[in-house]
């Protein structure tokens, strides 16, 4: 869905500079919402993947044990 | 300036040679050296990963490219770069189980494994080698003919080029991959810090970033918005940008690698966060460099505003700081690339370590000589340069990504499409065949007909599975 609204119409829309947002133009400001949206999803998908992922090896396991 | 350039131009050649010992006390064997121990932490990990994706052409093209095109550039670079941490995060977890299952010398080692083919190798060597070459060139030709306009009675081009590449052959050949990581690691910090203090200086001769954003509607409006006053940015530029970039830790060889030699898999997750973090903040400090740049000197030069901006705007230690960053950023990127087209050939040979580690050597000092070469030659189009190496690199993302998620051996075809792919992005780029056709981009028209021999070749395939993944 990130995808999809940073190439949609209402994210590139030509020409368009306003509303500002403190002082930066209407793309520039939602593009920078959309870099910390990948980046919030990316914690997500991290903590998920530390936490059901098994142990890459077997010292690991014998330490966590 | 030049007082200041020599006291922190030594501490910094001081710490990479510190760095390179240092490196090389704890080198014990060929794999300490190729691949650095594979034991390396999250902050060294995200350090190296960072300073090895963003380069010359951030501090220097980027600025350009918001300068000319507008702010079209931050989803060109950092909203695809943000997307791409999340990327790395799902691609970190597959090639980390298959480099485990089958073993890891390289990509190109493992994609012969997979494919139980010597051409999947020879093909992906081939393909980075075409491309990384012009990569490694921008960096090198970036910082030679920055610092020729700065300090225009030194040295000329060529010869900055070559200081550059001796510097980084010195280091790499004494401490391998470990000291590549610490001078990375170095330049990674250095890089960040330089283009914050620019980037405040930016802002503040303007009082405010609502203030320069005024400025900037007054004198050329069309720079805030997309398509930029060249119309550059279009949605397709855009969007074959975002596949490309998403593509870089998954074909270029200097990124796959320091995925693999990460300690562990939460090492590589959060490397990968920090990665996003670095990718995001840093692009935000770019934009008050480009935007100065877009009033103060619309009209001038490539490297006059680059000069004139990072240099001769800036107080004296910073423009120094400036300085040594550049040569900085070019190295760490430069280095990790010819290093890992060295990895890349020795994960290809037979034989003996000492021979393999040998030939490796003396690969390595050939692939700096043909970017050097490169270098020499090419023109100055930093970022559209570097545009072309990714979206070359990226054509082997399908090939790749079949040999890493697949259960079975993958098909042969997926290979050889992949051959036929780089020829004709080649001939697109040089300009034998047409850069569109029906109206869509060559390199899309490639990459969705790579991904669909790929998805049709893993649904077709009956074969013994591979090794299972761990």
Not at chain 2, 45 to 58: D, N, P, R, V
Not at chain 2, 351 to 372: C, D, M, Y
């Amino acid at each position: 869905m990130l995808c999809v609204f940073t190439f949609s119409p209402w994210n590139l829309a030509p020409g368009r500079i306003s509303p500002f947002l403190l002082g930066l133009p209407y793309t520039l400001w939602v593009s920078i919402l959309l870099a910390f949206a990948f980046l919030i999803l990316t914690i997500v998908a991290a903590s998920i993947r530390s936490r059901n992922s098994e142990p890459e090896d077997p010292d690991e396991t014998e330490n966590r044990s | 300036m030049s007082g200041w350039l020599m006291v922190l131009g030594a501490c910094y050649v001081a710490a990479l040679v510190y760095a390179t010992l240092d490196a090389r006390r704890r080198v014990k064997s060929a794999d300490d050296y190729v691949m650095a121990g594979s034991k390396i932490g999250a902050i060294f990990g995200f350090l190296t990963f960072s300073a090895t994706l963003f380069s010359t052409f951030t501090l220097l093209g980027m600025p350009d490219f918001y300068r000319t095109h507008g702010i079209g550039a931050w989803i060109f670079l950092a909203v695809a770069d943000a997307a791409m941490a999340f990327v790395l995060i799902w691609f970190a977890l597959h090639l980390r189980r298959r480099a485990r299952a089958e073993g890891f010398q390289g990509m190109a080692g493992l994609l012969v494994k997979c494919y139980r083919n010597r051409w999947a190798g020879y093909i992906y060597l081939l393909g980075v080698f075409i491309f990384l070459v012009p990569y490694v060139a921008v960096q090198i030709r970036g910082i030679g003919i920055f610092m020729n306009a700065a300090f225009p009675d030194t040295l000329p081009v060529w010869a900055w080029a070559l200081a550059i590449v001796t510097a980084m052959l010195v280091y790499s050949e004494i401490g391998g991959l470990k000291a590549i990581i610490y001078a990375d690691s170095l330049q990674g910090c250095v890089l960040f810090m330089v283009t914050g203090v620019i980037a405040y200086g930016c802002i503040a001769n303007f009082g405010s970033v609502a203030n320069l954003f005024a400025e900037v509607r007054e004198s050329n409006a069309a720079l805030l918005s997309v398509p930029g006053p060249q119309g550059l940015f279009s949605l397709q530029f855009l969007f074959a940008s975002f596949l490309v970039i998403l593509a870089v830790p998954i074909t270029q060889p200097q990124l796959s690698t320091r995925i693999v030699i990460l300690r562990d898999l939460a090492t590589a997750n959060q490397m990968a966060i920090g990665v996003g973090f670095f990718a995001v903040l840093l692009s935000l400090m770019i934009i008050p460099i480009g935007m100065y740049g877009a009033i103060q000197y619309p009209k001038a030069p490539t490297t006059e505003f680059l000069a004139q901006t990072i240099i001769y705007d800036q107080a004296p230690i910073v423009a120094a700081a400036a300085a040594i960053g550049l040569i900085a950023a070019a190295m760490s990127t430069a280095d990790s690339q010819i290093f890992a087209l060295g990895t890349e050939l020795r994960s290809l040979l037979n034989g003996n370590e000492q021979r393999k580690l040998r030939i490796t050597k003396l690969a390595i000092v050939f692939f700096a000589g043909a970017g050097l070469l490169v270098a020499v030659t090419s023109n100055d189009q930093l970022v559209l340069l570097a545009r072309v190496s990714f979206a070359g690199t990226a054509i082997l993302a399908p090939m790749i990504l079949s040999a890493v998620l697949g259960a079975q051996r993958p098909a042969m075809p997926i290979v050889i499409a992949t051959a036929i792919g780089l020829l004709v992005f080649l001939a697109s780029t040089v300009g034998v065949l047409p850069e569109r056709v029906a109206g869509l981009r060559v390199d899309l028209w490639i990459l969705g007909g790579l991904s669909l021999v790929a998805a049709l070749g893993a649904m077709l395939r009956r074969e013994p599975p591979l090794r299972p993944a761990a």
